[in-house]
């Protein structure tokens, strides 16, 4: 004999469970008590037994936000006003302490990278411009 559960056997188990019910639980309905109940609990305002209580976090202070390459990049362009190659951007980033490179070993080469991504991909409402060979200006 297979062990599989057939819609009879379900409804078998489903009497069993139900044969200690009351028969008003059986059917759905509610005591009349109950109906009461419930129909008081809709009529009557919340108070603060009925009302659950909201835990508030304080206010979490807003973050400072470090500035990312090509951020820091266009704030040493701006600061300079005159075409630079990746490595004169890099070394006066760091002189200023608006980024480091966390670790990385060419952060010259990843500057270039970004840079020509974001022209490429933004066009002219891109913040960067190519001046010359290697060497970013300002756009605008």
């Known amino acids: 004999m297979s062990d599989k559960k057939t819609p009879k056997t379900k409804a078998k188990k489903h009497a069993a469970a139900l044969k200690g019910m009351p028969p008003a639980l059986v059917l759905g309905e509610l005591p009349q008590d109950a109906k009461k109940a419930s129909e ?28 990312s390459a090509l951020d820091a990049a266009a704030k040493v362009l701006a600061e300079a006003g005159v075409p630079m190659n990746c490595t004169q951007m890099i070394d006066a980033m760091t002189t200023n302490s608006y980024w480091t490179s966390p670790n990385g070993l060419t952060p010259q080469a990843t500057l270039y990278a970004a840079l020509l991504r974001e022209i490429k991909t933004k066009g002219s409402a891109s913040r960067f411009q190519k001046a010359d060979r290697g060497h970013f200006v300002l756009n605008g």
Not at 45 to 62: D, S, W, Y
């Open 40 to 67: 008081e609990a809709k009529e009557a305002p919340p108070t603060a037994a009925t009302t659950p209580m909201v835990i508030r976090k304080p206010a979490q202070e807003a973050k400072v936000r470090k500035l």
